[in-house]
């Protein structure tokens, strides 16, 4: 029997999002993508790059990149996470994952403009580790914690991912602006960070699992595909007689698409369709992940005051106003206040919808990294789409902006799902 609210795993666990939240911020967000369009930007071919022989505009390439991502690992997470529920292996599964991850983050060392298919091959196997790693991150929250320390705890270890980030990302930038006086080329500089961001993954996730305590296995019938995806299934016949938790996964399900297309796609945008300098840009992150800090205690406070569904409708407002501001925002001082809102909504969303599903979880239930699977499959297939049809109407319009409309009308559809749930309830209900 795993004791609960234990502190020492307690740390142990947030210490995870401390060891892999500097593939989010490095790779995802702030030198990777700014490395990725200067070595793929061609005005002679109109920036197409060649990708297994097909010719793509880069920054659809990298938008399609990450729906495939994600699509993969909807599909690998259901049977991954059975798997770790037959077998009490959960912790074994989860370090896989995230040594995979952390390796071909480390493998990023080896892109340049003479290797961009095995740069967005490499990237896509981190990208996959990484969202696996995290579904079964999330599953243990349940097991390790009581009910009304969920939201605390999950604010402690996204505040404690950033805190890491950051502190990673201003050494690397360090190393970066300061490249000449190495002998090395920024280039060269930039493909050491993907280097460290893999070391430090590793190295921090490795003493994370010490503390992290084994699962014991659930009984289960029937062949592993049939308890993956006849799991989900069955998961998803509970899930439509709990109209709270139903309500909630759709809304999740659209804001998603919003939230985490911004998480991916905003240094994209910055620099092909705003024109910010590098050197700007990574300030703007570094400010974001720091509001961000902020950001996700504000909301657990706000939450606690009005609940969890009232708290999650203004993070959702203040997307739709950071969206309408999106399509017209230039350089300058509204481009950093805009920045700045992202980072204020965009741990605090992220916490607070991990910790609200948790509590929407039926009581009685045992395989929580099954109902976990269930939702990790919809946050990536939410992913998916949203990166998908950004991409896509960038392709078809010429105009990312575009692109940016979308995202606020999925915020808006949102808005319909979240306001069925009461703010303040005993959410958590047995199964009937």
Known sequence: MIQKN???????????DWANSVYSLTITTAIFPLYYMGVTKNDATGNMVDFFGFAIHHSVLFSWAVSMVFLVAAFVSPLLSSMADAT??????????????????????????????????????????????IVFYNSYLPEIAT???????????FSLGYIGSVLLLIV???????????????GEASRWSFLSVGIWWFLFATISFKGLPDVPPKKMQGSILQNSFGTLAAVFNIIKGLPLLWYFLIGFFFYNMGVQTVMYL???????VIQ???????????????????????????????????????????????CISGYVVQKGIGFFTL?????????????LSRATFSKLIPIDVEEHASYFSFYDVIDKLSIVLGTFSYGLIKDITG??????????????????????IPSKTVYNTKIQ
């Open 6 to 16: 234990n502190p020492s795993v307690i740390r142990s666990w947030c210490l995870y």
């Open 399 to 420: 105009d990312m902006r575009n692109s940016v409309v979308a995202l606020g009308i999925f915020f808006l559809i949102s808005i319909f799902f979240i306001l069925k």
């Open 172 to 186: 690397n930038l360090v190393v970066i602006m300061n490249a000449d006086a190495m002998g090395i080329t920024s």
């Open 276 to 322: 910010v300098e590098d050197s700007q840009l990574i300030l703007t992150i570094l400010i974001i992940q720091l509001v961000a800090i902020a950001g996700a205690f504000v909301l657990n406070k706000i939450s606690s005051a009005v609940g969890n569904s009232k708290a999650l409708l203004v993070g959702i407002v203040i997307w739709i106003l950071i």
């Open 88 to 133: 009490g292996r959960k912790k074994m599964f989860m370090r896989i994952s995230c040594y995979i991850g952390s390796m071909s983050c480390a493998a990023l060392y080896f892109f340049d403009e003479a290797s961009v298919t095995f740069g967005i091959c490499a990237f896509v196997v981190a990208g996959i580790g990484y969202s696996t790693s």
């Open 147 to 157: 009910e009304e320390k969920f939201d605390s705890y999950s604010a402690k270890g």
């Open 339 to 351: 920045a700045s809102a992202i980072g204020f909504v965009m741990g605090g969303i992220q916490s």
């Open 266 to 272: 905003a240094p994209i945008f910055a620099v092909e």
